[in-house]
């Protein structure tokens, strides 16, 4: 049973940052892609930050230079280091995982068959 559980959210001032984790059991951590996607009221969701396989990594435009995503494979943990955060990042931010996601689609939602249950993350002006 795969299973994806976020943590790291919570509330702070716009130009703050925080790290979000999304611990991975259920599966070789190693062969999956994994990604970070937000979704926030009346939006569809988004893909943030995501990474394939090979440890490749895809930063969406919207967060490039602020957000960068990593992976711990000993701890099967994925990371969303977030700074520079702006009113506009608020949202919740899900983590995701599947076998194989072709590279120009690892930030389409549609992609991903497994998710974990979000973690909110609010920044305030």
């Known amino acids: 049973q795969v299973q994806l559980v976020e943590s790291g959210g919570g509330s702070v001032q716009a130009g703050g940052s925080l790290r979000l984790s999304c611990a991975v059991s259920?599966?070789?951590?190693?062969?999956?892609?994994m990604g970070w996607f937000r979704q926030s009221p009346g939006k569809e969701r988004e893909g943030v930050a995501a990474?394939?396989?090979?440890?490749?990594?895809m930063i969406a435009r919207s967060v490039q230079g602020r957000f960068t995503i990593s992976q711990d494979n000993a701890k099967n943990t994925l990371y969303l280091q977030m700074d520079s955060l702006k009113p506009e990042d608020t949202a919740m931010y899900y983590c995701?995982?599947?076998?194989?996601?072709?590279?120009?689609?690892?930030?389409?939602?549609?992609?991903?068959?497994?998710w974990g249950q979000g973690t909110q993350v609010t920044v305030s002006s």
């Open positions: 259920g599966y070789t951590y190693s062969n999956y892609c």
């Open positions: 995701a995982a599947d076998v194989s996601v072709a590279w120009r689609s690892l930030l389409s939602s549609s992609e991903y068959n497994y």
């Open positions: 990474i394939d396989g090979d440890g490749g990594t």
